[in-house]
């Protein structure tokens, strides 16, 4: 069984641009959440998708925004990149939005210079 | 509120137990978990407990929860080599179907010596 798949695994960005991450669950898994990681906050819920719809949200400026597709795929944006956005972002799927069950993808790391 | 908080650094020989801590203030969590992220990789639930158990064995890990201090601790015996990496704290809120957030603490780096 596949494990959870973020892609690309690497980035670099310049500040201003605007960045587009991908995340493919377990199959059958239909929640997926985000997370950001940095030395300095740690780590930090961006949003959860579950069934196409967002059902929850961190404390994330608009600037980061998701979706969800029909095949339970995922996606985050963040544009107008900021010097700041510089991060690990990790996605975890679940069936049904149990944390107890997540698993978590290795990562995309978004260098913005 | 939530806040999550653990020591940063724990440094074991092979073979000792190795005893990570973690402190978390909001009372209405309902799960409390144990992470481990090696170099390069995503996080690995390592194991979890629900907030009216004491304590949970899995093999090398114990977790002992004692709720009126809001105090977390995760027990590895025998610590060995591959057991070097940043292990995180993290609770959530909520119950069955639901969702909440994990808040995560900022880890932990357990180094293993031989």
């Known amino acids: 069984k596949a494990g959870v798949t973020q892609t690309p695994r690497y980035l670099i960005k310049t500040r201003g641009q605007q960045v587009t991450l991908s995340c493919s669950p377990i199959s059958g898994h239909r929640s997926v959440s985000w997370y950001q990681q940095t030395p300095g906050q740690g780590l930090q819920f961006l949003f959860e998708?579950?069934?196409?719809?967002?059902?929850n949200k961190g404390n994330f400026p608009g600037r980061f925004s998701g979706r969800q597709f029909s095949n339970s795929r995922s996606e985050m944006n963040v544009s107008t990149l900021e010097l700041g956005d510089s991060a690990l972002y990790l996605c975890?799927?679940?069936?049904?939005?149990?944390?107890?069950?997540?698993?978590f993808g290795q990562g995309t790391r978004l260098t913005v210079v | 509120g939530e806040d999550v908080e653990q020591s940063l650094f724990l440094s074991v020989r092979e073979g000792d137990s190795s005893v990570i801590n973690c402190t978390y203030t909001d009372s209405s969590s309902t799960y409390l978990y144990w992470y481990k992220q090696e170099p390069g990789a995503g996080l690995q639930l390592l194991t979890y407990i629900f907030s009216n158990m004491d304590m949970k064995q899995d093999q090398r890990l114990t977790v002992l929860l004692n709720k009126k201090d809001k105090h977390l601790s995760l027990r590895i015996a025998d610590t060995q080599t591959g057991d070097s990496a940043i292990y995180f704290c993290?609770?959530?809120?909520?119950?069955?179907?639901?969702?909440?957030?994990?808040?995560f603490g900022k880890g932990t780096l357990l180094t293993v010596n031989p």
């Open positions: 975890a799927s679940s069936m049904q939005g149990k944390n107890t069950e997540a698993f």
């Open positions: 998708y579950f069934s196409e719809t967002q059902r």
């Open positions: 993290a609770e959530s809120i909520g119950s069955g179907g639901s969702n909440y957030k994990l808040t």
